[in-house]
């Protein structure tokens, strides 16, 4: 007796589903890991960046003896604060920019597998139709 639902090595093809499926996912986690260590190589080096211009500030604020020491301490915040601003600014711009670029290559890997499927679907009908083809000409033939 044979099992109508029996798995048919013959018929199940390893590199279309390892092109059609496996190797885009592959891409897109490899693409998203990239970008994940991007964005916290980014964060690491912002956080190292304020917090060594914390203690730089808390260690001018430690050194600070008299008036005409903390009102010298006081002008240099307004520069501290400018030049935080201007990092702030610039690394919003980095992670905008990482997301773009993430952006722009999955739409490009998208594409890619896209048209991979349509070539595969038109591979597929294109030896459906000659099988059928021979199917029908063998029937009529056999049929004279």
């Known amino acids: 007796m ?6 048919d090595t013959k018929q199940f ?3 279309q ?5 496996f190797a885009p996912a592959r891409a897109f986690a490899a693409l998203s890991v990239d970008l994940s ?4 190589t980014a964060q690491l080096d912002a956080a190292k960046a304020y917090t060594d211009t914390s203690v730089a500030q808390l260690r001018s604020l430690a050194a600070v003896k008299d008036a005409e020491g903390l009102k010298g301490y006081m002008e240099g915040q307004q ?27 999955s739409q490009k ?6 048209k991979q499927v349509q070539a595969s679907v038109q591979e597929g009908t294109k030896e459906a139709t000659e099988t059928a083809t021979k199917a029908v ?3 009529a033939s056999s049929a004279k």
């Open 2 to 7: 044979t099992n109508a639902f029996a798995f």
């Open 13 to 15: 093809d390893t590199a």
């Open 17 to 21: 589903l390892e092109s059609l499926f």
């Open 37 to 40: 260590e991007k964005l916290i």
């Open 79 to 105: 520069q501290v604060a400018k030049e935080m601003t201007e990092r702030l600014k610039g690394d919003a711009e980095k992670v905008v920019a990482l997301q773009q670029e993430f952006a722009q290559e």
């Open 109 to 114: 890997l998208t594409e890619s597998s896209v």
């Open 137 to 139: 000409k063998a029937a």
